[in-house]
């Protein structure tokens, strides 16, 4: 009895967890919306690989949290470089 009580629970948790997904999922953004979006997570990945290329040579070095400080610096000004490149 306990086993079909928990079963059930669970199933029920499972269902309604597959139905809520897909309309959380319905973002719909306007053209300047969208670009902005992908500025932004642009600058993001630039920092963001630039941060662990720098803890990969800080680690080399010995200092892994320096090095991430210094390589996300370096994502920075080389983000800012390539939006400003074409002006």
Excluded: N
């Excluded at 309309?23 to 979006?37: E, F, G, S, Y």
């Excluded at 963001?48 to 290329?53: C, D, E, P, R, S």
């Excluded at 370096?74 to 939006?83: E, F, L, Q, S, T």
């Amino acid at each position: 009895m306990r086993k079909q009580i928990i079963t059930g629970i669970i199933s029920t948790g499972l269902l309604f967890g597959t139905t809520v997904a897909p309309a959380a999922a319905a973002v719909v953004r306007t053209p300047a919306q969208q670009a902005k979006h992908r500025r932004h997570m642009k600058t993001a990945k630039r920092v963001g690989v630039g941060a662990v290329g720098g803890a990969v040579g800080g680690a080399i070095l010995g200092h892994p949290l320096a090095g991430a400080a210094v390589g996300a610096g370096a994502g920075a000004v080389y983000d800012h470089h390539k939006k400003k490149e074409g002006k």
